[in-house]
């Protein structure tokens, strides 16, 4: 009997990037003995009826505060900043002159909430580990620097990743919980990102083989805040964006003969290609997945990976983001359809000094189209 045809979905989020294939009918791969649950996550604003909260997905509230009040030894967070707490009367607050019924109407204790709750398992002396961006404002890692005050079980460093790019932030929004449940998605440490702004994640609940290989994008930025950029980057020349580029030192933008060794595990030594290749066959991760969330909840085989970026921090078997994100969008099938959600769309830098131009996702649309494919 021949067997069962595979449907492939992909599912694309923020920061860091989870491409699902699901393998219907196929038997589990040899030695794949995981087993874990997962759901959607979602922050809906307040004051939007129309629109609803899609049944069966949890509130990113609710899961940051589980994943604090459950953690029992360690906990790692990356944060682009903190604003946990609301302000009002703070005149260099986003939220400065709103009333106290007005925060209430907003939402914004849940975000207080939040931050109690991580206050407590600081307290019960979980090891806190947080890798964050200077933020935006002169108080918006204040939060992360309040819980690390007279707790040496709390530590945070501050990873500036135009030291080491020439420009970019340190954007991934991820919560590892005792080496076993995973948040990863879109919402920032920040009272607005659970009610006030339209956020996806998923969470990830006793999954340790994911949790093991988000942790190595965390431990690499944990490392790379510890050396000296000044010793370890230089300056490439970026053929394809046409620009010279600051990079660290072992960046496969420079020539082999001018790179260094790579501080971080994992690395590995492939043929210079002007840049990043993609990989064919990106180390995947073998795990069967329940969905409680679903009306119909099953335990699924699925076959999946994660691609970080900067490629730089995540060699050896790990795809790079831009790849992720083309294999997702041209892995639709003949009559089916890419849905994208995303705050910006542009075919170049948006933040950076120079202008450089950027066409990769634009030209894998553009062979959708081709093939009369729907986007949404």
Known sequence: MAPPPRRRRHLLLPALLLAVSALWGAPPAAGAAESCKAWLVQSIPTDMP???????????????????????????????????????????????????SDMAKFGAEEGRRVYNALEKAADRKVQIRIAQHAGFAPDFDQESANL?????????????????????????????????????????????????????????????????????????????????????TKIAWDKKWQTFRKVPCWS???????????????????????????????????VLIETPGLKRSSKEHHLSYLSFAPPELSFDKFQADEQGWVDTIKSVNSGGMVRISTMDWLGQSQYASETVFWPSLSSAISEINRNNLALS
Do not use: M
Request: glycine share 6%.
């Open 148 to 232: 690390a005050a007279g707790r040496p079980n709390v530590q945070n460093v501050t990873v500036l990743f135009e030291d080491w790019w020439g420009s970019g932030v340190l954007h991934a929004k991820v919560w590892i919980s005792d080496k076993k449940d995973v948040y990863i998605g879109s919402a920032n440490n920040d009272w607005k990102s659970l009610t006030q702004v339209k956020e996806l994640g998923i969470y990830f609940v006793g999954c340790p083989q994911i949790a093991k290989t988000v942790e190595v994008y965390f431990q690499n930025l944990w490392t790379l805040s510890t050396l000296n950029s000044t010793t370890y």
């Open 252 to 286: 496969h933008f420079l020539q082999p003969e001018q790179r260094c060794r790579s501080p971080l595990p994992l690395s590995v030594d492939v043929p210079y290609v002007d840049g990043y290749p993609s990989l064919a066959n990106p180390e995947l991760l073998d």
């Open 50 to 100: 129309h629109l609803r909260r899609v049944p069966g997905v949890l509130a990113t509230a609710d899961v940051l505060q589980w994943l604090s009040g459950n953690t029992t030894e360690s906990l790692d967070i990356l944060a682009q900043y903190w604003q946990f707490i609301a302000h009002p009367k703070n005149p260099k607050s986003g939220e400065y002159g709103f009333s106290e």
